[in-house]
């Protein structure tokens, strides 16, 4: 079923949420949704993983054909899991952790009607809050991940050409990606948020409001998926924002560079120097402890004391948060928002992204993956963070 | 909201599911998630989506800002829906539908709060049944999609150079889908199937049992997507099957075309030509009123008599399916399976995938998109049929 080197780490991550759920009165959790079994399992599976409270977790495998390890039971349907666990000797749960963030209503229905459960509790909760603290190996992932995120920003410069559309320039950052070592696919929490491997935004279309709550979301190139490139020409004094997922090692860094086509205007050049600024106050402030509102707040002060609030996170439209947890999927645990309860903790891993839509120009800013340790934070995302002219 | 072109097609899907909702004793649907938002809207959006069983449907935003219309209404949260419902003198449904095997259970529940409804019926199954009968419009954009999908695999051979990996080649034939207007992002029903564009099999990397019910979905570079190629070197006597999702309308059309380096087994090419007798058999036969069961009985029994049934539709592990309707996801109804209680109808659009893994050489078959006509199956993916060698 593993490889017997990630054992240890599993077994980290199992310990975790078993301590969760005997906090919450949990006797048993159920898994079946890809992002929790990767988590779990360290690999994709048809079926589900069932740990109990105590002891170790049991894998019940629809498909691949082939796993081994002597917890491992193939099963067609989930009535077969109570039924191997009366078997195994373990109590059925009477409170039940389900997936009921994740998994859709009848799933979750047909698994109660399962176990029977006296009480279901929201493993989604659970699990956000165990994975939102990251071990060092998966530090290590997305330090890796940041890494060669990084490395493919410093080429994207020479992949444009004159007269070039986002969508030409975006196809070679795609292609450059996947070169690179990019899975591609894009994991995000919540079932209406779809994205293609990320967004590139060119001039007015960064002020094109989008049905998704990511900052900047651009028109898109079709009403199936309105998003990033919508097939603007790259002209003089505008800028493109880079802004892929850093897919690299299932687990997603998070890194955004501004690009423009010849000089932008002053405000422009302006809204991203306090861009640069309001990192750096988080960089000097941030540390466990530390709240999430507080690090908004101290930005919105910064954008406010420079008349730049109307551009700030767009113009139109504006995204609410400045940062976000980022680990299997893109919009993890902590959130940095003005009403987010969330403080900073070791092992917290964040993406902090100050942007500003300057109309005529298009979107300036930065972002970078940081990770938070007993001291302060790390930057994980390393490359030089001016307007690079093209 | 709408380009005023759209809504005569849009009046239609809405006519077709107060029919069902009709006969189902239901007073109102809410539609919430993507794809369906897309089918009743022509766009994504945020928000939801109300369908009383007589009248005009209200369509209830929370992002983007700026859409317009008498039936849009900005919201920010599901409980303002029953307000303005009241408000418009609309009368609250007793039978409500909604989407129960596509959003999470806390979704549901949270609309079942809303509205509180004395009977809960699942507007996906209702969706997908509307949905599985394309108009000439929906036909239209599939077809457009099929072209599109058609000219890209005729150029793929320009694409091979000896020595790629599959890897290699598959990230050329993503740029070329993306540089003639695939819009990327792949849709499929149930939550645990995830494929980033397609899938690119070769030699032994056929053989590799996938957790998703693809057929013939391959390793993958990641146990975080075990799906498609896992870095194979494409050798001689080997095949590799290109089986990318055509993104092109917002209506997926699928393919498969087998290439070879250089020759490959007579087995391989044995199989190949049964694959293609398989679809002769099924084009002659297939239109209205035939059941599904019986066209995949019909090509059991012609592999069974070709002594090929150990290599049909795997190896290792056998898909349980040869087709598939095909539309705004991978995979709609119809099914083409032993135990289908599909019948076709016209309208139906499906992919017809009869395939083969050949152990030493890889996959081999065919796959094209069919639309069911009054007397007949239109092929969608019109280009050459053969093993083509790279």
């Known amino acids: 079923m593993?490889?017997?080197?990630?054992?240890?780490?599993?077994?980290?991550?199992?310990?975790?949420?078993?301590?969760?759920?005997?906090?919450k009165g949990a006797d048993g959790c159920l898994i079946a949704s890809n992002v929790n079994l990767f988590y779990v399992a360290d690999r994709v599976y048809s079926g589900y993983f069932y740990l109990p409270v105590k002891g170790d977790p049991l894998f019940f495998v629809r498909r691949p054909?082939?796993?081994?390890?002597?917890?491992?039971?193939?099963?067609?349907?989930?009535?077969?899991?109570t039924v191997?666990?009366?078997?195994?000797?373990?109590?059925?749960?009477?409170?039940?952790?389900?997936?009921?963030?994740?998994?859709?209503?009848?799933d979750v229905v047909r698994q109660q009607s399962v176990f029977l459960p006296e009480q279901t509790l929201n493993a989604t909760a659970t699990l956000r809050?165990?994975?939102?603290?990251?071990?060092?190996?998966?530090?290590?992932?997305?330090?890796?991940?940041?890494?060669?995120h990084a490395a493919c920003?410093?080429?994207?410069?020479?992949?444009?050409?004159?007269?070039?559309?986002?969508?030409?320039?975006?196809?070679?950052?795609?292609?450059?990606?996947?070169?690179?070592?990019?899975?591609?696919h894009f994991r995000v929490f919540g079932q209406s948020m779809e994205i293609f491997m990320g967004s590139v935004i060119s001039g007015a279309n960064?002020?094109?409001?989008?049905?998704?709550?990511?900052a900047m979301g651009g028109g898109g190139l079709h009403n199936s998926l309105p998003v990033s490139v919508n097939g603007t020409v790259m002209t003089p004094g505008t800028t493109v924002m880079v802004d892929m997922g850093g897919t690299f090692t299932g687990y997603i860094s998070d890194m955004t560079r501004v690009f423009s086509i010849g000089k932008v205007s002053p405000l422009a050049y302006k809204a991203h120097?306090?861009?640069?600024?309001?990192?750096?106050?988080?960089?000097?402030?941030?540390?466990?402890?530390?709240?999430?509102?507080?690090?908004?707040?101290?930005?919105?002060?910064?954008?406010?004391?420079?008349?730049?609030?109307?551009?700030?996170?767009?113009?139109?439209?504006?995204?609410?948060?400045?940062?976000?947890?980022?680990?299997i999927q893109i919009n993890e645990s902590p959130v940095l928002a003005p009403r987010s309860?969330?403080?900073?903790?070791?092992?917290?891993?964040?993406?902090?992204?100050?942007?500003?839509?300057?109309?005529?120009?298009?979107?300036?800013?930065?972002?970078?993956?940081?990770?938070?340790?007993?001291?302060?934070?790390?930057?994980?995302?390393?490359?030089?963070?001016?307007?690079?002219?093209?």
């Open 153 to 184: 920003y410093a080429e994207v410069p020479n992949l444009y050409k004159p007269g070039m559309t986002d969508i030409d320039f975006s196809i070679e950052i795609e292609r450059l990606f996947r070169q690179r070592g990019a899975i591609g």
């Open 129 to 148: 809050k165990v994975r939102s603290i990251k071990s060092d190996y998966e530090t290590g992932l997305l330090r890796r991940s940041g890494e060669q």
């Open 2 to 23: 593993f490889k017997p080197e990630i054992l240890p780490e599993l077994r980290n991550r199992w310990k975790a949420i078993q301590k969760e759920m005997s906090r």
């Open 206 to 214: 960064a002020d094109n409001p989008s049905p998704y709550d990511f």
């Open 65 to 81: 054909v082939g796993l081994t390890g002597s917890t491992v039971f193939y099963i067609r349907k989930p009535e077969q899991i």
């Open 273 to 327: 120097q306090v861009a640069l600024e309001i990192q750096s106050d988080i960089e000097a402030l941030a540390k466990p402890g530390v709240a999430a509102c507080d690090l908004y707040n101290m930005a919105l002060e910064r954008v406010k004391k420079q008349d730049l609030l109307p551009y700030f996170m767009g113009y139109s439209q504006q995204a609410g948060f400045i940062g976000h947890g980022i680990g």
């Open 84 to 106: 191997i666990l009366e078997k195994e000797g373990i109590a059925l749960p009477q409170t039940l952790l389900l997936e009921l963030d994740e998994l859709p209503y009848n």
């Open 341 to 390: 309860k969330d403080e900073l903790k070791e092992g917290h891993i964040f993406a902090l992204e100050p942007k500003f839509v300057i109309p005529g120009v298009g979107a300036v800013g930065i972002e970078n993956s940081f990770a938070v340790h007993k001291n302060g934070i790390e930057k994980l995302t390393v490359l030089n963070e001016e307007i690079i002219e093209l």
